[in-house]
Every structure is written in C-alpha cells, then in structure tokens.
C-alpha cells in the first residue's frame, strides 16, 4: 500500500535510488556530475554572482519566506542559466560567522538525496555571504492547504498521504546519520510539481551556528528541549506528533490541550468537522493513539520513524490515485485560470502576441533599471538609438531578420537597457525558430524588470518550444499571476 502516489512518478519506496525527473543539473550538462541513480546533480559550491543573478538580484518579488523580507533568513525563489528552479535561503550575516561549520553542516546535508525530502543542491560560501540553495517547490506549503484552503479542505486520504510521506522523509534521513531536524512543523513542507509532499532540507540545519532549534511558540516544543536546549531524535518525533494533530484537526492545537480532550475521549472535538464522512472512529482512533505516543513526556517511549511508517501505511486510502487529484487539481493546466494573452501562449499563437506587443509599446519600460551615461550626447548615443527606431520598424513589419539584428546592436552598446527591446528580440528568436535564444532574452528582460508578466510569458512560449512543459505551465502560471496584480492595481 502507499504507492503510485503521482501519475508522473512512483515515489514511495523511500530508496535513496529513487528517481527523481529534474531536467536540468546544476553545472550545465555534465553526465559526470549527476548522483547516480538520482536524476539530480552532485552538491555544488555557488558563487554569490550566479544566486544574484538567479534571484534578479535578489528582488523582492522573488522572496517565498513565511514572513517575507522582515525574516531573519530569507529564501528567494530563482532560475540558474540551464533554467533549473531553485529556492534559495540567504542567511543573517551574524548566522553562521565562520565558513568552516557552514561548509561542513551545508556539504553533509547536501549528500542526501531522496524523493521525500527538497533536496539540497548546493551552498555559497564568499565573504560574510552564508547561502544554501534547494529544489523549488511551486505549489504552497502544507500551512496553506491544511488551514488557510480556499476551494476546498485537504481530504484524509491526501492528510494520512502527508504524514506517511514526512514520516518516510525522516526514516531515511536517521537511516544517512541525519535524525535531527529543526523545528518540524507545517511550514517544512511543502508540494512539488505533482502535488506531492515533500520535507524541506533546510531543516537539517540550524538556522545559526548557536541559534536556537524552534522558532514556533513555547507550546509546540519538546518539553526536554525547553530543560536543555538540545534536539534529540525523540525531540523530532514529538515536533511529528504535533503535525499530526494538525493534520487530524485542521487547526493548530497546542499538545497539552490536544491531550486533554483525548484524556477525556473528546475525539469529536479534536477532529475537524471537514471530515465529516470520510474519516471512519477506527482511523481517527489509530490517529489519536499514534499521535499520543509521539508526545509522551518520557522521550525514551516515542517511536521511532520506522515504526511511525508501519504504523501509517495502514490507514493509507486512494494509494493509487495521484496527489494532484486529491488536492482537487485536475491537471495542470486546470490549475489555475489564464487571460486571453496567457491562452496565447499556451496555443503559442506567435502572431497574436506580436500584435499586443505592439499595442503595448514601450510603456512597460517605465520604472525599469535605465543606464545613461555621457555617450548620451555623442554620435555613438545616436546611432544607438537609431539601430532601435530600425529594430521597431522592422518589428512592426515583421521582418524579424532584419530586427534581430537591429536591437542586437542596440543591446550590444550597453548604455541604455530595455526589458522591452529584449522580449521583442525574443518573439523574433521564436518566429525565426530560435528558442534557445529567445529563452535567454526573456530571462533577461526578467532580470531586469522582476514582476513584468509579458517577460514570464515569452519564457513559457520559449520553454514550450523547447518541450519543457513543466517549466512552462510554471512560467504560465508566474506570468498570468503578475498579469491578474497588475490589472487589479
């Protein structure tokens, strides 16, 4: 039981042989450099100019932490140049002070690879610069499911699918030497392309070199943990105990609370009313008595993860239908409504986006990162701006040849910079059946203008040429996401 969770991947086996369908590695295409057995690349050392560049410059648009920009650490989402998605966690500069132990904890954690967890790709180690960068997961975290749903709750067949999943994930970490986790809780997992849950890897190390092993309230923590100050195994499984309860109630019930109402059999209490008629007393029952065990005060009588994964393969329901069913998502496409643009898109109807680029103009690059400098005022400045005006003729008359070549020299000068200029290029790249080209010209007009939807949908036109339809209906989604703000504003 438990398996066939995805109609995409078998991914329930724990193995660390797994497969896992990332399309791109870390170093741009070296065979040599991929885990064997695992379609994903060796732990790799980053530079601070590839996260910057990533990241687009770490703007803000592309922070994914819990509490954004005020957090004490915080994780930006990112593409590498091979169009990888990645999160990146950029720590307090007071974090971790000196290089060794960060190297040490980041290469460590960076060994494992397993479908269950978000698996570590790498780190950057450079001046006061401490950062780790992870898998991207692009569908919300298992807090925004479980308690802030907005079409409909997480059923129990797709609740008891998490706690197996997390309970697998920590299995296989105790089984590398890795039973530490820090701060378990509902915002360490979150749902990958498919739907499936997965246990983030930045919980495998501590937030600081000395800092503190929870950041959640003083009622969600291991008792032995508030006498010593140290996590434990034990300490991990009851911080486990906790997510189930979350995952029983739908709310977040401190423990000593929970307890009481299953001391007094109060379980109707505890259950969430969303519930109702999927959840039998038998599996609520099991649930109940599972979760007690996890919080018993005395460590030494919780369970393990092994006996946490016997103990829940039994009350697995629907094995064999995929997560993003259970979710509610029908397919991918389905997952999310697109404009009449971002259905151009999709149709990769070319002739119809050039019609609204032109509609469109320049008026886009308002606000966009300009440079000028002295040249301005010369001849060189002129002739620039004149190769631009030619580009916009051409363009218009769909002479895409002649266009390429025409912002090309534009773009090549490097005293003005136009996200414009680059997304116009790379509509000719796609007419011209160049998309590779064209990909790389729409990242750039994202770099250099974050929340510009037209450069998102230009790359998932790119990215659909290329037969990368994953990363597409990603981009889709980005780009359809900051259209529907934009027109809101």
């Given at each position: 039981?438990?398996?066939?969770?995805?109609?995409?991947?078998?991914?329930?086996?724990?193995?660390?042989?797994?497969?896992?369908?990332?399309?791109?590695?870390?170093?741009?295409?070296?065979?040599?450099?991929?885990?064997?057995?695992?379609?994903?690349?060796?732990?790799?050392?980053?530079?601070?100019?590839?996260?910057?560049?990533?990241?687009?410059?770490?703007?803000?648009?592309?922070?994914?932490?819990?509490?954004?920009?005020?957090?004490?650490?915080?994780?930006?989402?990112?593409?590498?140049?091979?169009?990888?998605?990645?999160?990146?966690?950029?720590?307090?500069?007071?974090?971790?002070?000196e290089a060794q132990p960060f190297l040490e904890e980041a290469r460590a954690v960076g060994q494992l690879r397993n479908q269950r967890l978000i698996n570590l790709l790498g780190c950057c180690c450079e001046g006061e610069e401490r950062l780790l960068v992870a898998e991207y997961m692009p569908n919300d975290t298992l807090t925004k499911h479980l308690f802030h749903w907005e079409t409909q709750p997480m059923r129990w067949a797709m609740r008891m699918r998490v706690a197996l999943c997390l309970a697998q994930a920590l299995e296989y970490c105790t089984s590398k030497g890795r039973a530490l986790y820090h701060d378990l809780n509902a915002y360490r997992v979150l749902y990958d392309d498919d739907y499936n849950p997965r246990l983030s890897c930045f919980g495998l190390m501590k937030n600081s070199r000395d800092g503190?092993?929870?950041?959640?309230?003083?009622?969600?923590?291991?008792?032995?943990?508030?006498?010593?100050?140290?996590?434990?195994?034990?300490?991990?499984?009851?911080?486990?105990?906790?997510?189930?309860?979350?995952?029983?109630?739908?709310?977040?019930?401190?423990?000593?609370?929970?307890?009481?109402?299953?001391?007094?059999?109060?379980?109707?209490?505890?259950?969430?009313?969303?519930?109702?008629?999927?959840l039998t007393n038998d599996d609520g029952t099991e649930l109940v008595r599972l979760a007690s065990r996890c919080l018993q005060s005395e460590p030494r009588e919780r369970p393990n993860p092994k006996s946490l994964v016997a103990a829940l393969i039994p009350l697995q329901k629907d094995s064999e239908v995929p997560s993003h069913v259970l979710m509610g998502i029908p397919d991918g496409t389905a997952a999310f409504p697109l404009s009449p643009l971002g259905e151009a898109c999709l149709r990769m109807d070319l002739t119809a986006l050039?019609?609204?680029?032109?509609?469109?103009?320049?008026?886009?690059?308002?606000?966009?990162?300009?440079?000028?400098?002295?040249?301005?005022?010369?001849?060189?400045?002129?002739?620039?701006?004149?190769?631009?005006?030619?580009?916009?003729?051409?363009?218009?008359?769909?002479?895409?040849?002649?266009?390429?070549?025409?912002?090309?020299?534009?773009?090549?000068?490097?005293?003005?910079?136009?996200?414009?200029?680059?997304?116009?290029?790379?509509?000719?790249?796609?007419?011209?059946?160049?998309?590779d080209e064209a990909l790389n010209d729409a990242m750039q007009a994202q770099v250099i203008s974050p929340v510009w939807y037209i450069a998102f949908y230009l790359q998932a036109v790119a990215l659909l040429a290329l037969g990368k339809e994953n990363d597409a209906q990603v981009a889709l989604k980005e780009g359809s996401s900051l259209e529907t703000k934009k027109n809101t504003n």
């Amino acid at each position: 039981m438990g398996c066939g969770f995805s109609k995409y991947t078998a991914c329930c086996t724990g193995s660390e042989q797994d497969g896992l369908a990332a399309e791109a590695q870390v170093d741009g295409g070296n065979e040599d450099n991929v885990v064997e057995g695992v379609d994903l690349p060796w732990f790799h050392e980053f530079t601070i100019d590839q996260l910057r560049k990533a990241t687009s410059g770490f703007a803000i648009e592309n922070i994914v932490s819990e509490h954004g920009e005020k957090a004490p650490n915080v994780v930006y989402k990112g593409r590498l140049d091979n169009q990888m998605r990645i999160a990146v966690k950029r720590f307090n500069r007071n974090a971790w002070p000196e290089a060794q132990p960060f190297l040490e904890e980041a290469r460590a954690v960076g060994q494992l690879r397993n479908q269950r967890l978000i698996n570590l790709l790498g780190c950057c180690c450079e001046g006061e610069e401490r950062l780790l960068v992870a898998e991207y997961m692009p569908n919300d975290t298992l807090t925004k499911h479980l308690f802030h749903w907005e079409t409909q709750p997480m059923r129990w067949a797709m609740r008891m699918r998490v706690a197996l999943c997390l309970a697998q994930a920590l299995e296989y970490c105790t089984s590398k030497g890795r039973a530490l986790y820090h701060d378990l809780n509902a915002y360490r997992v979150l749902y990958d392309d498919d739907y499936n849950p997965r246990l983030s890897c930045f919980g495998l190390m501590k937030n600081s070199r000395d800092g503190r092993s929870y950041s959640t309230n003083l009622a969600f923590t291991p008792p032995e943990y508030l006498r010593t100050g140290r996590v434990t195994p034990e300490s991990v499984t009851y911080s486990f105990g906790t997510l189930l309860l979350d995952l029983l109630s739908g709310k977040h019930i401190p423990p000593s609370h929970a307890l009481d109402l299953i001391r007094d059999k109060n379980l109707q209490m505890l259950s969430d009313s969303c519930l109702e008629g999927e959840l039998t007393n038998d599996d609520g029952t099991e649930l109940v008595r599972l979760a007690s065990r996890c919080l018993q005060s005395e460590p030494r009588e919780r369970p393990n993860p092994k006996s946490l994964v016997a103990a829940l393969i039994p009350l697995q329901k629907d094995s064999e239908v995929p997560s993003h069913v259970l979710m509610g998502i029908p397919d991918g496409t389905a997952a999310f409504p697109l404009s009449p643009l971002g259905e151009a898109c999709l149709r990769m109807d070319l002739t119809a986006l050039h019609e609204v680029m032109e509609k469109i103009g320049y008026k886009d690059d308002e606000g966009a990162a300009t440079e000028l400098s002295f040249q301005m005022w010369t001849n060189q400045m002129q002739e620039t701006l004149n190769s631009k005006k030619k580009g916009d003729a051409a363009f218009r008359h769909k002479d895409f040849k002649t266009a390429i070549d025409s912002y090309t020299m534009f773009i090549d000068v490097g005293t003005m910079v136009s996200p414009t200029v680059y997304v116009r290029r790379s509509l000719c790249y796609l007419m011209s059946n160049m998309p590779d080209e064209a990909l790389n010209d729409a990242m750039q007009a994202q770099v250099i203008s974050p929340v510009w939807y037209i450069a998102f949908y230009l790359q998932a036109v790119a990215l659909l040429a290329l037969g990368k339809e994953n990363d597409a209906q990603v981009a889709l989604k980005e780009g359809s996401s900051l259209e529907t703000k934009k027109n809101t504003n």
